[in-house]
Nanobody
Framework: VQLVESGGGLVQAGGSLRLSCAAS????????MGWYRQTPGKQRELVAR???????NYGDSVKGRFTLSRDYARNTVSLQMNELKPEDTAVYYC?????????WGQGTQVTVSS
């Protein structure tokens, strides 16, 4: 199983970015897909995730600004990030879960300048 992220980069505060994650190499549908982020010295934190049967869940700091969407047919998950703030600067990781197996992408850097 491979998760490939794209869409990171540098943006000014107040701007927008869209992250995408494409999954390949499997013949099943993930239970959950979503995004986490990490900054140096801190634990990886939830940004947003969605299960097969539910609505997206968002971390408190991104509610109202970020929108998660999932395409089950294409095995992709995307994160639209609006009103970006310098504190959103981090490496963003795509995550997918199938039963007890946890899969991660390689990470994509998002940098928000003030």
């Amino acid at each position: 199983v491979q998760l490939v992220e794209s869409g990171g980069g540098l943006v000014q505060a107040g701007g927008s970015l869209r992250l995408s994650c494409a999954a390949s190499g499997m013949f099943f549908v993930f239970n959950d897909m979503g995004w986490y982020r990490q900054t140096p010295g801190k634990q990886r934190e939830l940004v947003a995730r969605i299960s097969r049967a539910g609505s997206p869940n968002y971390g408190d700091s991104v509610k109202g600004r970020f929108t998660l969407s999932r395409d089950y047919a294409r095995n992709t998950v995307s994160l639209q990030m609006n009103e970006l703030k310098p504190e959103d600067t981090a490496v963003y990781y795509c995550n997918a879960v199938y039963n007890v197996n946890n899969y991660w992408g390689q990470g994509t850097q998002v940098t928000v300048s003030s």
